[in-house]
């Protein structure tokens, strides 16, 4: 017999798929699937740029830092909002008056196509990495819920995913994720209430916890928060599940309003989620640190408990359709149609489109497979996405950097923070201690740095 939690979750998801599938009706060309028309307002525009923030990360992901570290895990809800905020007042209103589908077609105008290229396949991993920890994160509340493995509920979860992303591209994605967000903060804002009146307060948790690291806004280590602030403020300007709706917005005003309204979505997510993480380290100290927010929720009573959980499933929509079709959406306009089939008709661009779409999605179940503390690896595409952000601003504010540089940067970055992240899963730390996000900050900054000064100077001899 199927529990009350799950017929709530299953009811909701049905409701959601409903509206999606009638979105999809709005989409009758690869403009219209990929950027919802450029007709999207304020509203359906910020959650939509707020979907890529307030997934599965933020809610059962930094419910399980906040049974790590503690209150610092808020951190990242907290960064990814600054750096929202920073995006809508420096290229929000670039990325729509070029007209552009991508971010990395939008750099392609300072660095030349090649490295538009390289970036749109670094981002299309990058994508693929942050949408297999929410199957991750919708996996661990399945497994929670049904008592099913861990790989039945990956799959199982990634191809229900997957299916409700290909439903209606971005006007599916803007409609649901104003569902989402509501029933998200109904959902966390009660669990957190329930929870806190039933334990004692906060008061529980200074006496049942160490003050380092719970209590700590550092208690994850000064130098990793330092690298998470970075790596999400730095990040947040070329998030292209966030960007994209942006490229949709109906005006360049808009596309500033949204991006600003979205980061007020995202900072108490993070908050919530940490502390019920930490009210799950009292109650439940034995259980895996990745269903601490699901195993809390189940102990509240059924009504609520599904109430709540509806409301984390939400919030794993809000983000994986998003990034699943960002990603679906680079390689179709980035590889596809800017170099192997310039000619190629809008009715082509939009099945091709789907098709890497879909192939993306199961990229993403497979890597979700060996996805470990769901933090760190958000944390590392958030490396790769900061490089491609840092070389950004460079073209943009800095007229000397060479597109021959920019590559090299790239493909210098992006084997540093794979090797540091390989010698981690081998040492069971980074090597000397250094977050992957200096090393991709330094390299990235030098290399263009070398190669400008190189330029200007070759042009002062002229």
Sequence with gaps: ?????????????????????????????????????????????????AGEWIGGTSTIGTAEGGFLY????????????????????????????????TVTGFMEQYFGVRCRI??????????????????VAGAALMQTLTGINMLAAVWITGVVFLI?????????????????????????????????????????LSLNLPAHPYMSLAGAGMSNVIAWITASVFAALVAQAAVQPIMGARDENVAQKSALLAAFYITPVGIIAALLGMYARVAYPEIASRTALPVLMMSLPPWAGGVVLAGVLAAILSTVAPCILAA??????????????????????????????????????????????????????????????????????????????????????????????VAKNLLGRYPYGIHPMYVALVTTCVVVTAGGLVRGHARGER
């Excluded at 209150?71 to 920073?86: E, H, P, Q």
């Design 1 to 49: 017999m199927l529990s009350t939690q799950l017929l709530v979750i299953l009811a909701y998801f049905t409701i959601v798929t409903l509206v999606g599938l009638l979105a999809s009706r709005l989409a009758s060309s690869s403009e219209d699937f990929l950027l919802a028309g450029r007709k999207m307002g304020v509203f359906i525009c910020s959650a939509a740029i």
């Design 70 to 101: 503690g209150i610092s895990a808020a951190w990242f809800a907290v960064a990814n909002a600054l750096g929202t905020v920073i995006l809508a007042f420096t290229l929000a209103r670039l990325y729509r008056r070029t007209g552009s589908f």
């Design 118 to 135: 390289v970036s749109s396949v670094i981002l299309t991993f990058v994508m693929i990495v942050v949408a297999s920890v929410q199957i």
């Design 164 to 204: 409700y992303t290909l439903s209606g591209g971005l006007w599916a994605i803007g409609y649901t994720n104003v569902l989402h967000v509501t029933v998200m903060y109904v959902g966390l804002i009660l669990g957190l209430v329930m929870i806190s009146s039933r334990m004692g307060g906060t008061q529980t």
């Design 328 to 421: 679906g959406t680079l390689l179709s306009k980035d590889v596809y149609q800017r170099l192997i089939c310039p000619t190629a008709t809008d009715d082509k661009v939009r099945a091709v489109s789907r098709w890497f779409t879909f192939a993306c999605g199961i990229l993403a179940i497979v890597w979700g497979l060996y996805c470990k503390v769901i933090l760190d690896q958000v944390y590392f595409a958030y490396t790769l996405r900061a490089s491609i952000a840092i070389l950004l601003l460079f073209g943009v504010y800095w007229k000397n950097t060479r597109p021959k540089s920019a590559v090299l940067a790239l493909a210098l970055t992006t084997v540093l923070a794979l090797g540091w992240e």
